[in-house]
Structures are given as C-alpha cells and as structure tokens.
C-alpha cells in the first residue's frame, strides 16, 4: 500500500505542468507563424487567380453534363458543316461546334475572327446556359492550315477521328 507521502508525491507531479524547453517552443512557435503566414497567402492567390481560370470542354463533355453551368469555361472542337446562321440585324451569330461526336450549339454576338468558318478548329470562350447552349464571350481560330488549338486537338483525338 501507498503511504501517505507517496500520495503526496504523486499528487505534486499530477498537478506540475510539464515544461517545454524554450528554444523548442521558440522553434514552435516560428514554425506555426510560418505555416500561418503561408497558409493566408496561398488562400490569398487562389483568390485572386480563380477570376482567371477557365476550364477546357469537348461538346461531347457538355452534353453528358461534365460542364458545369453559369461559369466561365472554354469550350473546343470544330465548327459544324452548315451550321453558321448569321443575324441580319447585329452581329449576333449562332453556329455549331462539334468534336464528331457531339454538338452543342453556340450564340455569339460580336465580329468573328477572319479565319473563322465552317469545318474550322475553334476554341470559345463562355458560360453554358440552363438549355445546353453556350453563350460565347470570345471566339478565337486557329492560325494557319497546320495549327490547331492543343485542347482541341486533343479533345479530338480521344474521338479518334483524323484532323485535316
């Protein structure tokens, strides 16, 4: 049996706090501010940069709902075969873009780019509407007859159709 100054004894080191050692906490202490200080500044630029990133979509994405709604995406492929209905009264234009599996179609209103045309490689960039359609804030085209946007020929790609 435990005797009474055992008990006290034992009592003294339940109610003694350990001690850190001071450089330690010291090191501690910096290493959190660090993590802290780092922490704010990554939430700092994921904030400022989410303005600026739009994600890339093959029609055939669109279509299966991949392609999230009332966002700024990037949407690829080829502009369809007779497809191209200009307004008489603006510049509004509406078209289809397909990567030969899929089409969605496109509302645009502004001046094309020069090199835009039916059978052209074409990235847009936009929200999706609540219909499936895609309300384009810009359209660029491809460069010359060899150049094709990356994301386009690579969404073409996995249809596994030639690109000519």
């Known amino acids: 049996m435990a005797t009474p100054a055992d008990e006290e004894k034992a009592a003294a080191l339940v109610k003694e706090k350990p001690v850190m050692n001071p450089v330690r906490r010291k090191k501690l202490t910096r290493l959190m501010f660090i993590l802290l200080i780092l922490g704010i500044v990554t939430a700092l630029v994921m904030y400022a940069l989410r303005?600026?990133?739009?994600?890339?979509?093959?029609?055939?994405?669109?279509?299966?709902?991949?392609?999230?709604?009332?966002?700024?995406?990037?949407?690829?492929?080829?502009?369809?075969?007779?497809?191209?209905?200009?307004?008489?009264?603006?510049?509004?234009?509406?078209?289809?873009?397909?990567?030969?599996?899929?089409?969605?179609?496109?509302?645009?209103?502004?001046?094309?780019?020069?090199?835009?045309?039916?059978?052209?490689?074409?990235?847009?960039?936009?929200?999706?509407?609540?219909?499936?359609?895609?309300?384009?804030?810009e359209v660029l085209a491809k460069h010359d007859a060899n150049y094709m946007p990356p994301e386009v020929k690579a969404g073409l790609a996995k249809t596994k159709r030639s690109i000519s």
């Open 51 to 137: 303005q600026n990133i739009s994600l890339f979509y093959t029609p055939s994405q669109v279509v299966s709902g991949e392609a999230p709604h009332q966002q700024v995406i990037r949407l690829g492929g080829m502009v369809a075969g007779g497809s191209i209905v200009r307004s008489s009264e603006d510049l509004s234009v509406q078209f289809e873009l397909t990567d030969f599996n899929q089409k969605v179609i496109v509302h645009y209103k502004g001046i094309l780019p020069d090199l835009f045309r039916e059978n052209q490689g074409i990235v847009t960039k936009g929200f999706l509407l609540d219909d499936g359609q895609f309300k384009a804030t």
